[in-house]
Every structure is written in structure tokens, then in C-alpha cells.
């Protein structure tokens, strides 16, 4: 199998490239550090990547920003940002990308345990991880060619958790999340939205 | 308590002021068809709307729209209907209405239920209901002075079923949809998404 992975670089994308090993052919695409890049944000750039890429067997996403902070604090571009990026730049690789994907192929986005477990200051970012979801669960009854979309949604990453001073014994080994991307790439889920928790 | 009905001329809307009766002083706004109107779609035109209205007790949405479609053949500007409209609309009723309810107050807004149950046709929809309930979820969080929030998930209600030429048997009928948004005004919960299914 061919297998992009965006966000190929991040702290889950490379513990994904990681888990893939040798088995499958890895072109890790990202923002400003591989050597394909694409802003999920920017559709053309979307279509580029996949006319560089050529056909594939699976698209895995690992990328998208969205604002974390105080619901009264956050402006307009605050909330933007989230739909622009993590949110529609997701569901623009969908959009683009199913046609250049093999029969049978699998894509498989992100979302994030804030869907599900809200905390204060995560009003945009649960829109978001919500929202990819219930579009997964939508897109999965409308995939041509026996193509899958799963989307994981990750539990906070023990590292993270370390990189941000928070408690990092609610969080889960990065190891573990990026199993659960290889669960959805080999499996034959389609329309889950797979919980990396350990 | 005075509450203002967003959406107060649609079928849910106008079942929902029905079911208040008399019992609360009731604002009714929405788009076109009511004294004071608003397009949600529009943040000056909130900010207007509670200018007019004062001081009230508590905002229930029952206003948005989004596109139905196959995915396909759904155009960029079918999503940002959907993330305009019914998503970043209800959003902004919260983020502007929020300093305008009274302490203690709450805000009731509407989903349904393909954002659980999808169809062919509804990822745009489905991706906006699971965004609003993912909102509702953290944003409960972060109300101030005991103000609530929830939504309700509306099933398809038979009227609207009939309309479609859809079978109405998986219909909810739309005094019992009307009653879970009482529920919500009513009662203690905060952040809940309740599913209004019969």
C-alpha cells in the first residue's frame, strides 16, 4: 500500500510513520517540514498535493489547528481558524482526495478525546473534533469503491500533557494512539470513530 | 420569565411557543414572518435583535440551515452554508446573548438527529449537528451566573416526513419534540443534548 500521512512530522504523525514501518510506502506530506508540503487550510494546495503525490491507497490525517482558549476571549477568527484548518481541511481531503484513492483504499482523519470530554477553554476545538466526526459517520455511507473512512480520536498524549505542565498520568503513550491509525488503515471499520485510549 | 423563540415560525418553532403558552412572557423572532427579525447568519443582526428585546430570561433556537445533498455534488459554498448558518449562527446567538440573559437564565439550541443517525445525503448536516453538540457540551463549562445551556436533538418530526414523501412512521410527533425544549427551559440540566425521540 501507498499511505500518505499528513502531519507526517507532528508529535502522533511521526510515532504513525513510526508504527507503519516498512510494510507499507510511507509520503509523509507537511505543513513546512517534509518534502511534499500542503496547508490543509488552502484547497489548492490540496489539489496540488495529491497531482505530486499520484494515486494512492490511503490517506492518513494528522494535521489541523484549532484555538484553544476562554470562550469570551475568542474571536471570530479564533472560532475561523478551527473550521478553516482542522475542520473543513480535513473534510477537503476527503472531498479531493477519495477520486485519486485505489479501490478498497481507507482514510482515516483526526479528531480528539475534546469532543467527547469537553474542558474549560475547549468550546472551538470540541466544535471541531465533533464536527469531523459526525461528518465520518456521514462520508462512511457515501465512499465509492469499498473505500473506508474511520476518523481516531486521541486521548491527550502523554507528552503533550508534559509539554503543557498538565497531569501527564491522564494521558495516553503516543505509541498507543498511533496504533490505533494502523487499526483503521488495516482494518475493516468504516464510519467508526476509534477512541485512543488506553 | 421572558424568552425569546428564534425560529418561531417553522414547524418546531411555532409547536415550541404553543407548548410555553402563556405560562412565560414569549418573544418570538425569526427570519422574515415575525415583528422582530434576525438572520443568524448575520452577527450584527443578533447584536440588533437583543438591543430590541432588553433583558430576557432565557434564548431557544430553533433556526438554521444547512444543505442536504450527496457529497458529491455538495459545492464549498453548501458547507459554509451549514457552518454559517445553523453551526457559527447558533454559536454567535451564545457568544452575543450570553451579557443579555439574566442570572440563572438558560439557552436552548437545536442539532438533530442525523448528527448521530446519518443518511445518505446529510455529511454537511451531520458535520453542523455533531459541531453544536460538541459546543453546547464545553461551552455548559463556561456560562456564567448559573446560566444553562443544552440542545436538543430533534428526531425527524412525521410532518416533515410527510412533506419529503419519507415514510412518517420513524416520525416523532412535533408536540413531543416541542416538549423537550420546555424540558430544557425548565429544568436543571446544563450541557445535556437531548435527543427529542418518542
Chains 1, 2 share one sequence.
Do not use: C
Amino acid at each position: 500500500m501507498k499511505v500518505i500521512v499528513i502531519g507526517a512530522t507532528g508529535t502522533i504523525g511521526s510515532a504513525v510513520v513510526k508504527a507503519i514501518g516498512n510494510r507499507y510506502e510511507v509520503i509523509p506530506v507537511s505543513f513546512s517540514k517534509s518534502l511534499i508540503k500542503v496547508d490543509i487550510a488552502d484547497s489548492t494546495s490540496i489539489t496540488k498535493m495529491f497531482k505530486t503525490t499520484g494515486r494512492i491507497d490511503a490517506v492518513i490525517s494528522v494535521a489541523g489547528l484549532a484555538k484553544f482558549g476562554p470562550m469570551t476571549s475568542l474571536t471570530d477568527a479564533d472560532f475561523a481558524l478551527g473550521l478553516d484548518n482542522k475542520l473543513m481541511g480535513q473534510v477537503n481531503l476527503v472531498r479531493s482526495g477519495t477520486e485519486h484513492i485505489n479501490d478498497n483504499g481507507s482514510i482515516t482523519l483526526t479528531s480528539g478525546i475534546l469532543s467527547r470530554k469537553p474542558m474549560k477553554g475547549s468550546t472551538a476545538i470540541s466544535l471541531v473534533n465533533s464536527a469531523l466526526e459526525g461528518f465520518v459517520r456521514a462520508a462512511a455511507l457515501e465512499m465509492p469503491r469499498g473505500i473506508r473512512i474511520n476518523i481516531v480520536s486521541p486521548n491527550w498524549v502523554i507528552d503533550t500533557l508534559k509539554a503543557f505542565n498538565m497531569d501527564p498520568t491522564i494521558g495516553t503513550p503516543v505509541e498507543v494512539v498511533a496504533r490505533a491509525y494502523v487499526q483503521a488503515l488495516e482494518g475493516a471499520m468504516n464510519g467508526a470513530v476509534i477512541e485512543a485510549i488506553e
